[in-house]
């Protein structure tokens, strides 16, 4: 790498927490030291004395949300690329050294993202909420959980781990949205239309994230991803309006609606088994993925996650389709 500042590492949060503690100790473990980091809390913050040798920069930007934060970052960086990373999360040690080589070879490629794994160490029921993505069936993406070879063209991936030329950055206007979550994705389809940029997976760009706690807030959380791919597949159908994001409502109209025609039917009770039946054939087939990347407690606990998370996904994707517009909730 060149003398010059190759990375701006951004980092959106609310306020100083254990886990932005540990996302910076990671970042000064990386093996290349071609980097400033831009911190954007949402007030004034006093960086801990062990990170003073560190290149921060503190962005203090008031209560707005993430995407907004990364906007305001990328007025400011110095890097050639920006590296975008949730506070939650931290860099394997060869992640700029990856991205840069990269990039390097690439040089029609405007993005790239990589896996975000769960750690071995996350409470138990954390586990069990990233274990109900490690399938395709599932989750739909695994490939945003676990390193996937081969590398791929995307046209939509997560900001917890997405390196970005800035030149395209600036090129596509960057975030601009008053969205969270779902940013990302309008994000992404800017890059492609406005910035005429590829975006790749490459399965060896690795972050670890923490996932959510407990039933209710992987609940939430799911909830307002249905919300605003709901909300994104008719107001932005080029990424969005797809079908697999279609499925989870498909099946929460076959449960709520055969439910009460088997009642009155004996063909249509029949069906509705035989639905059920099918349903839990595919919850095998997770069930199997899982196990191939968790303990067999984490995948047992995984299996009632995963149907109630198709529940609450298609419900409120529902919401989202006959929404006819979504306020911002500053990511909180």
């Known amino acids: 790498m060149s003398d010059s500042i190759s990375f701006s590492i951004i980092i959106p949060f609310k306020s100083w927490s254990p886990d932005l503690d540990e996302c910076l100790s990671h970042i000064e473990s990386l093996s290349s030291k071609n980097y400033e980091i831009l911190l954007l809390p949402d007030g004034p913050l006093l ?47 060869d992640w700029l050294e990856i991205a840069y080589q990269y990039f390097s070879e690439h040089e029609d490629v405007g993005a790239i993202g990589g896996p975000a794994i769960t750690p071995q160490n996350d409470p138990f029921w954390a586990r069990v909420s990233g274990a109900v993505f490690l399938s395709p069936v599932s989750g739909g993406n695994p490939e945003r959980y676990v390193p996937c070879p081969p590398g791929h063209k995307v046209d939509d991936w997560p900001s ?27 994000f992404c389809l800017k890059l492609i239309e406005q910035a005429g940029c590829k975006i790749v997976y490459v399965p060896e760009l690795v972050v670890w994230h923490h996932r959510r706690p407990g039933l209710p807030k992987h609940l939430r959380q799911i909830g307002n991803y249905g919300l605003h791919r709901g909300f994104f597949a008719k107001k932005f159908p080029k990424t969005s309006r797809k079908f697999k994001y279609f499925i989870p409502s498909l099946w929460v109209s076959f449960v709520v609606i055969g439910m009460l025609l088997s009642i009155v039917s004996k063909s249509a009770g029949l069906v509705y088994i035989a639905g059920w039946t099918v349903y839990l054939l595919a919850l095998s087939i997770s069930w199997k993925d899982i196990r191939k990347h968790e303990t067999l407690s984490v995948a047992l606990g995984a299996v009632p996650y995963i149907i109630l998370t198709h529940i609450w996904y298609g419900a409120r994707f529902v919401m989202g389709l006959t929404t006819r517009e979504l306020k911002s909730s500053l990511g909180r």
Do not use: C, H
């Open 47 to 93: 960086l801990p004395e062990k990170y003073s040798k560190l290149p921060i920069e503190i962005l203090p930007t008031g209560e707005v949300n993430p995407a907004i934060k990364r906007d305001m970052a990328a007025e400011k960086a110095s890097g050639k690329f920006l590296a975008f990373i949730d506070d939650d999360a931290y860099p394997e040690p």
């Open 160 to 186: 917890v781990n997405l390196i970005v030329r800035k030149e395209a950055f600036l090129k596509a206007g960057g975030f601009d949205s008053q969205y969270w979550p779902g940013e990302d994705t309008l």
